[in-house]
């Protein structure tokens, strides 16, 4: 399962549905950033948080916001960086690693499509120094999930390493605090 949405943009960019998204817009162009109602999410934001590669380039392609923030003051850019490996994905890992390493596979064509998404996001301009309600950046929610692959991509793209969220921490005393080194590494490197 996963979530359900009132605007059928939003719905249809959560579920990876290109065909009746590209519908709706042709019909509606407002559709393209429209925003829900409960959240505020946009159909970028709930590709993002599903993780539609596919889906984030055609609505960026399209002209979509990549800076509106949903009811929780987040980007697209937040949730991009939010994302992990599922249960069912490290299930299918745990189950297929032994059948030629296609376990493996499984898990670097996730983190693959997690860093293509990321890269398209920046290339739209997508603002890495936005704070959510809690004051946090991308950054702060990679270090947050060791995500050592994706921090380069951030850091590139001149991402602020002082921030302080609202419990007073940056990234790197997030990173430094789950004693992430590599992520503590290429913060103090950037500094």
Do not use: W
Request: glycine share 4%; net charge positive; aromatic share 6%.
């Amino acid at each position: 399962m996963g979530l359900v949405y009132s605007e059928p943009a939003c719905q249809s960019a959560y579920d990876g549905d290109l065909r009746r998204l590209f519908l709706l817009l042709r019909d509606d162009p407002r559709n393209l950033n429209v925003q829900e109602e409960a959240n505020g999410d946009t159909p970028l934001i709930a590709a993002c948080r599903h993780g539609n590669v596919h889906v984030v380039r055609y609505l960026l392609d399209n002209g979509a916001d990549a800076h509106l923030t949903n009811k929780k003051q987040r980007t697209c850019l937040h949730y991009a960086s939010r994302r992990t490996v599922s249960m069912v994905d490290y299930l299918m890992i745990i189950v297929l690693m032994p059948i030629l390493l296609l376990g493996y596979f499984l898990l670097l064509q996730r983190q693959r499509q997690n860093a293509a998404q990321m890269e398209a996001l920046l290339s739209a301009g997508a603002d890495v120094n936005a704070v959510d309600y809690k004051g946090n950046t991308a950054l702060h929610y990679l270090c947050q999930r060791k995500n050592h692959r994706l921090v380069p991509l951030l850091l590139h793209r001149n991402a602020d390493v002082h921030v302080h969220n609202n419990d007073g921490e940056t990234p790197l005393d997030i990173a430094s605090r789950l004693k992430f080194k590599k992520i503590v590494h290429m913060l103090t490197k950037k500094q």
